[in-house]
């Protein structure tokens, strides 16, 4: 109890600004907020960040990636020395806070793998699951013991093996969107409305990814390219073909890569 107490007692001393307020950084606030953390936002690029980074224990920039390293530029003469600096990109590193280190700045990247489309989706889904980190060593102190109080998970991940990570992030996440989009596109010439559609595919889906989940991603392989149905397999594309044209390519790729996987 008095070292729970003590954690509290160091968040409430602890002086968090959230520079930009995107689904993320509303997300990240709300939760330090709950936690205990002092949160001050800046929603948007103004002299008033320039008054409050000197003045604050962390700087969380959680802005498009294309403006983490402009912004932190723009303010690091006025970052005091021994503050964390983190920014929120999963494809690059701490290389962003160019100079940071010399200027006696710690630096922190902290990724959560997770995909957000909402605030109050963001808000919902922000705690648990795996948090890639890297930085200095006070910086990864401060994320991992942040992450620990999100009842996450800390797996490090360097900074020159960011970009192949956000890649490896991107397979398990957006590129599931093109395939949805064929089964409701297909769903919907057949005569099922896109929702019904996914409503019946989905438990399909589940099981496969429970199963890779399980056993991986070749061991559980099954269908009608892992069975050598290559009848079934040029029936589809005639039926592509005819009917939903634009899919061929995408029916085609994925199937050379299937038999590579066998």
Known sequence: MKEEQKSRSDRAQTRVLIIGYGKVGSALAGHLSRLGYKVLTVRRRSEDSRNL????????????????????????RYIKPGTVVVHLSGAYGVELFKGAVERGVDTLALHPVKSFFSRPQAQIDLPGGYFALDGTKKGLRFGRRLVAQLKGKAVLVRSEDRPLYHAMCVFGSNFVHPLFYAVEKIGKDIGFAPQRAREIVMPLTVGVLRNIKKQGAVTTLTGPVKRGDWITVKRHLKALRERQPELVILYKQLTRFLERMK
């Open 53 to 76: 980074v000197s003045v604050v224990d962390v700087i969380v920039f959680s802005v498009p990636d294309r403006e983490i390293q402009k912004q932190f530029m723009r303010l690091r």
